[in-house]
């Protein structure tokens, strides 16, 4: 048996028994860093963390910033303040000026509550919650001691770049690379923003711990799987109780009701639903615009918390969900590349229009994020492996079950190694357009499992299979006319990033980079459809002619249809570019520039309906406005 010389005997016997089937390029490195210079944190520490955090944390409505040092000092009266955080929310006209506190431990937040009384009204409910607000301090009595908090009283304040910022931090920097890092950077959601995720789930605990002392709301999706921006919704599961890990032995037992449909688990689930958003619209601080989504796939709640400023989903049934979000995060982690490159093209398609924040038919985000995470290990060599790899090392303390789906698979990547794809952020993304502007969509679906495409197991636009739940689809909602539009965009950003190459000494201020990817474009009306801003009464109602035909009969034709007529026989410069192939790629994209924009493409329908009106008036037909105005409306 033959054995590398730089590698010890025994870890060559550990691969060569344990480990038989890692691909050759992962054998190089530790994953022992996630981010740049950071270690990397399992996905269970960290959700345990946060939910500690938000265990000791309050949160207080003050008159403004200068009254923290007021705050610091009262809150130190119970216990030691670790940390404190300011923002600013904004609902309608009305301007609130919060502050999170996190005291050392839990033990000085509830000596805190225990002390915080109810408003002197009679029209409020009286709710015991960490959301409270400071109240304008007495007279000082001679005997009492002030505080000394002039060094204890630091607070943090996050402010997050506006779009000019962002702009011209992007024209300033050296490549393209240092773009996308810097797009991460700006987006990414904040600790701010983190702490005040896990705190609104902590509040839905606290108003059922007294039916449920067990409950546990976790929050899943973009909020925690490291892929989440600024600003980005909720989305939060609900667990009652976990009956599961009960000690078996003990004698005594909660009396408990049984449920009135329990052969239907679903209809059980709503109805205790409808409960429960009852509770957030009548009794819990902050919860307004409270929705019920019963008859969806997965039920959910839907309202806004207006004190921590964030749009949330509330299910009792996607622990599934929770487990994917823990998935996207170890890919996340597994190398520094993966969250800019997928912010940058999540924020390039969000500009373009390719995905929508409503639902409906268009590619969504978790779609687009599997895109990536697909394309990265199609690289040569890749730069993460497939999900199967994670499954077949995993251990017996990875194995997950979910609602019947198996979510088994390595949980801690320092015992898997990195990649040696050496490749630039630029270079990924160039290779992402490119990769994708020769994919066979048609026929081909998208697999993150074992890193492959396969034949379309049924009709659908675009397939991307569910890594947990692979009978279904996650991109069955995309139409072929939106796939359409999203191979036209990367064919768009693809010869628009080669024409940028070859002009890089002349770009200066000018947009380039991805400020050229993004484009201009402010008007989603005018690329979802034809609802353009177009005056459909010009269009078939053609102004009177001022002079009236003379006797022979002669056609007054109109500067635009003059014009028209002109140049009827010359090529547009798209056909020019689909039928010459020897273009270069930047006289290819000039040509195809006009006709990717759909503005253009009406211009051109608008003048081809004025010549056909003009051309019916000169033949001698009558002119029947009824007729046209049914034309209009059937258009």
Request: with cysteine; hydrophobic share 35%; proline share 5%.
């Amino acid at each position: 048996m033959l054995f590398p010389q730089n590698i010890p005997l025994l870890r060559t016997l550990k691969y060569n028994i344990i480990l038989p089937k890692i691909p050759f390029h992962l054998y190089n490195r530790n994953y022992c860093h996630s981010r740049a210079g950071e270690a990397f944190v399992p996905f269970d520490v960290l959700v345990s963390q946060r939910r500690n955090e938000a265990r000791r944390s309050l949160l207080v409505e003050v008159a403004g910033l200068p009254s923290s040092a007021d705050l610091h000092q009262v809150c130190s009266q119970y216990g030691a303040v670790r940390k404190m955080f300011h923002y600013a929310t904004r609902h309608g006209n009305v301007r609130k000026e919060m502050i999170l506190v996190e005291f050392a431990d839990a033990e000085s937040l509830e000596r805190a509550l225990q002390s915080t009384r109810s408003p002197p009204t009679e029209r409020i409910i009286p709710v015991h919650s960490p959301f409270v607000w400071l109240s304008a301090s007495q007279p000082a009595s001679p005997n009492s001691k002030k505080a000394n908090v002039s060094s204890s009283t630091n607070i943090t304040q996050e402010t997050v770049p506006s779009d000019e910022e962002l702009q011209l931090q992007l024209l300033q920097s050296r490549d393209l690379s240092e773009q996308i890092q810097n797009v991460y950077e700006c987006q990414k959601l904040t600790e701010l923003g983190s702490r005040l995720r896990f705190f609104t789930c902590r509040q839905v605990e606290v108003a059922l711990s007294g039916l449920f002392p067990q409950a546990c709301i976790l929050p899943f999706g973009s909020s925690v799987n490291s892929f989440g921006r600024v600003n980005c919704d909720l989305d939060m599961i609900l667990e009652l109780s976990d009956v599961t890990n009960q000690d078996s032995t003990q004698r005594l037992v909660f009396q408990a009701k049984k449920s009135r449909s329990a052969a239907n688990p679903r209809i059980t689930m709503q109805r205790h639903m409808e409960v429960i958003s009852d509770i957030l619209d009548n009794f819990v601080p902050g919860c307004s615009q409270v929705r019920k989504i019963l008859a969806a796939r997965v039920p959910i709640i839907k309202y806004r918390q207006d004190l921590t400023d964030m749009e949330c989903d509330l299910s009792m049934a996607n622990r599934s969900g929770f487990y994917m979000s823990e998935m996207l995060y170890l890919y996340g982690s597994m190398d520094k590349r993966v969250r800019p490159l997928v912010f940058a093209i999540r924020k390039w398609a969000k500009d373009r229009h390719v995905t929508s924040p409503y639902a409906g038919r268009w590619v969504t985000n978790f779609s687009l994020t599997l895109m990536v995470l697909f394309y990265l290990m199609r690289t040569s060599p890749p730069v993460i492996p497939p999900l199967q790899t994670l499954i077949k090392l995993a251990g017996d303390d990875d194995v997950r079950t979910a609602e019947g789906i198996n979510c088994t698979f390595l949980r801690d990547l320092k015992i898997l190694t990195a990649s040696d794809n050496m490749q630039s952020l630029e270079d990924l993304l160039r290779g992402f357009f490119e990769f994708y502007d020769k994919f066979d969509f048609k026929e081909r679906g998208l697999s993150i499992v074992k890193g492959d495409d396969f034949v379309k197991p049924v009709h659908s636009a675009l397939y991307i299979q569910n890594p947990l739940e692979r009978e279904l689809n996650v991109s069955r909602n995309v139409t072929l006319e939106e796939l359409e539009r999203l191979r036209t965009e990367i064919t768009h950003a693809r010869y628009r990033l080669e024409e940028d190459t070859q002009h890089i000494e002349e770009h200066g201020q000018q947009p380039w980079g991805l400020l050229s990817l993004w484009g201009t474009s402010h008007k989603p009306q005018a690329h979802r459809g034809l609802n353009a801003s177009i005056d459909w009464q010009e269009v078939f109602h053609i102004q009177e002619q001022e002079t009236p035909p003379s006797s022979n009969k002669q056609l007054n034709v109109s500067p635009v249809h003059a014009a028209t007529k002109s140049d009827e026989k010359v090529p547009s410069n798209g056909e020019k570019a689909r039928n010459n192939t020897k273009f270069q790629p930047v006289e290819r994209t000039k040509m195809l520039k006009e006709e990717l924009i759909m503005p253009s493409d009406l211009n051109g329908l608008v003048t081809k309906l004025k010549r056909n009106v003009v051309q019916k008036n000169a033949n001698g037909k009558k002119n029947k406005k009824q007729k046209m105005n049914k034309v209009m409306y059937k258009w």
